[in-house]
């Protein structure tokens, strides 16, 4: 039995970003493990989810999420956006798939990350993602020099996200933080009608607005 990862869109109809072979593999299952039940639930109704009985449980509320796999069903893990166990919860299902030696198979499909480091322009051969910065003021402007400095020594881009509302706070402290020669992109709603993805050093960025509440992924690459 297999634990499939299911990408769902960052936005937008399923049909427009998913292979077929892969909507209809999602089509064929009965069981799955998501992030969010609602989310998941209007994501299979879009894909024209024959109507039958589905187990949906979610990540943290099932006991035993790997049940339908030690049955003989296989199993589907959906985020609430983009692809499952990058930057979200998914990953320790992936891990007790793992360890109880099922197999775990990714279909293809979205991820905001990829995505943004591909139309970047920025060093696509040595990246890493960092995830979220912290909270507070003082800790990530911190965690930004840090993070500059070590792109600048290993030649790595940065990539992280930050929570929409939250994105503008992490926008200036970049600019404030980071070297004028620095390259930094802002990729926003990625796949959707209002997509948006600049790569300018930080001098040029300054004086800028940033990219408002729409989820956002900022690269950095150190000059």
């Given amino acids: 039995m297999i634990l499939y990862c299911i990408p769902t869109p960052l936005g937008g109809s399923p049909q427009e970003v998913l292979p077929g072979d892969v ?24 894909l024209g989810m024959p109507v039958r009985e589905l187990s949906i449980k979610v990540i943290g509320e ?15 893990l959906l985020s609430e956006a983009g692809s499952p166990a990058i930057a979200d919860p998914g990953a320790q299902i992936v891990d007790a798939a793992h360890q109880e030696g099922f197999r775990v198979v990714p279909l293809v499909g979205p991820s905001s990350i990829v995505l943004a480091l ?3 322009g920025l060093e696509g051969q040595r990246f890493a993602f960092c995830g979220y910065l912290p909270r507070d003021e003082a800790g990530r402007k911190q965690k930004i020099r840090e993070l500059e400095q070590r792109s600048k020594r290993e030649k790595e881009t ?38 948006s993805v600049a790569t300018k050093t930080i001098g040029e960025w300054r004086g800028a607005a940033g990219p408002g509440k729409r989820p956002a992924v900022f690269l950095l690459l150190a000059d």
């Fill in 62 to 76: 099932e006991p035993d999420p790997l049940a339908p796999l030690r049955a003989k069903r296989s199993l589907g």
């Fill in 158 to 195: 940065e990539i992280f996200i930050e929570t929409p509302y939250r994105n503008d706070v992490l926008f200036a402290s970049l600019l404030s933080s980071c070297n004028a020669n620095s390259k930094l992109c802002v990729a926003a709603d990625l796949t959707l009608p209002g997509e």
């Fill in 118 to 120: 591909m139309a970047s």
């Fill in 23 to 46: 909507i209809q593999k999602v089509v064929s299952l009965n069981d799955f493990v998501v992030e969010n039940a609602k989310s998941a639930r209007a994501f299979l109704g879009a």
